[in-house]
């Protein structure tokens, strides 16, 4: 079953935008992560936060989590048009048959 | 080099007809996976192997049979092809089976006619 939902489906900016993207998530997780995806491509790994941190940043990126509202965000500051992508959440929950849940991701426009 | 790599890139053929979708990783990790996203973006697990050994196999129908060789291959053989299964399915490692940054390879774009 589905876990994580990102909120907007999709976000057009413009380039020097802050762009800011939630995920909400049902059960409780063990850490959670975040991925771009251009367009035709594959998935690729931006940052991962583990259920007793509440703040990561990196780069341009600031990920939040609040475990007791189930949901994370995603800012990407200083936007610029390689930013255009989807973004998705993903959770585990840990355990022995460790496996990734994705969001439906948010598709992101960064406008020159 | 590249670190996850699919083969073919684009895959279009009849309904019923089999097909294999070939995944290899040269990063030395023990877990592959195989996701399917379908045409809504949404990207689900199918199978995950570590170490050539299946560990999930997420309801997906007998048409679908992972082979694992060695631990740096993981391919995908579909019989019996249904339209249902156009999709794209992506191939990923990651160094273990807990949690660790899964590396994807860059889709396979299957069409069945």
């Given at each position: 079953s ?12 413009q ?27 594959g998935?690729?790994?931006?940052i ?15 990920v ?14 200083a ?34 | ?18 097909k ?13 996976y ?16 570590n ?6 196999n ?17 391919n ?9 299964d ?18 994807f ?9």
């Open positions: 589905q876990q994580g939902e990102e909120d907007p489906q999709a976000l057009s900016i380039e020097g935008e802050n762009a800011t993207m939630n995920c909400s998530y049902k059960t409780s997780i063990n850490n959670l992560q975040w991925y771009r995806q251009n367009s035709g491509r998935l690729v790994h931006l991962l936060i583990r259920s007793n941190e509440r703040e990561k940043h990196s780069g341009r990126l600031r939040t989590l609040d475990t007791s509202k189930k949901s994370s965000s995603l800012l990407i500051t936007s610029r048009a390689a930013d255009t992508a989807s973004y998705f959440c993903a959770t585990d929950s840990g355990g022995s048959n460790y496996k990734l849940t994705f969001g439906k991701g948010t598709l992101l426009t960064v406008n020159p | 080099d590249t670190a996850v790599s699919q083969t073919p890139k684009y895959l279009v053929t009849q309904m019923g007809n089999d294999s979708i070939k995944c290899e990783q040269n990063l030395g990790h023990d877990t592959m195989w996701y399917k996203q379908d045409s809504k973006k949404f990207l689900k697990i199918m199978f995950s192997y170490n050539k050994e299946l560990i999930i997420e309801t997906v129908p007998n048409r679908f049979s992972p082979k694992s060789p060695d631990k740096a291959h993981l995908l053989h579909i019989n019996s092809l249904e339209l249902g156009s999709a794209v399915y992506f191939c990923a490692s990651s160094q273990t089976g807990s949690t660790d940054t899964q590396y390879g860059p889709g396979t774009r299957l069409t069945v006619l």
